[in-house]
């Protein structure tokens, strides 16, 4: 009788999609992961996945300027096909805290929708609720 195959040694291959693609090495002093170990262990976080959302979070507060359609653009840059509904990015950008009315209100479906028929050069209504953006636009100044 063979003998079955030994298990592999190390990590299970992850599902094609969930393993992440670039790996940027970091030093910290033991001061500075100290603190940040503490912040993802308070919420609830892999350290990898608290300084991920950290950098993000710090990444589009240095590229936005808090309007509505910079919001959307953000939103639809990251799609492979550029399109979203406007409930989608509604809850997206509500999510990620990208936008906000002068009331403190995320905005709603029916907002995106009108800005983005405001905007038809950066965005155009594929049907109805589905918004898309158009490539190499830019937001008017």
């Not at 710090?58 to 409930?87: V, Y």
């Not at 009331?103 to 038809?120: H, M």
Request: hydrophobic share 35%; net charge positive.
């Amino acid at each position: 009788m063979p003998k079955p195959k030994p298990k592999p040694v190390g990590r299970p291959v992850l599902a094609k999609g969930e393993a992440k693609d670039k790996i940027v090495p970091v030093r910290l002093d033991p001061d500075d992961y100290k603190i940040i170990s503490a912040a993802a262990k308070a919420g609830g976080q892999t350290l990898s996945a608290w300084i991920r959302h950290t950098l993000r979070t710090a990444g589009e507060q240095e590229i936005f300027d808090g309007t509505l359609h910079k919001a959307m653009k953000i939103i639809l840059l990251e799609r492979d096909s550029l399109m979203a509904t406007t409930q989608e990015l509604s809850d997206e950008i509500g999510r990620r805290g990208l936008y906000a009315r002068k009331d403190g209100v995320t905005a709603k479906a029916k907002q995106i929708n009108a800005r983005a028929k405001k905007y038809p050069a950066m965005f155009e209504c594929t049907s109805p609720g589905v918004v898309k953006l158009l490539v190499g636009s830019e937001p008017p100044s």
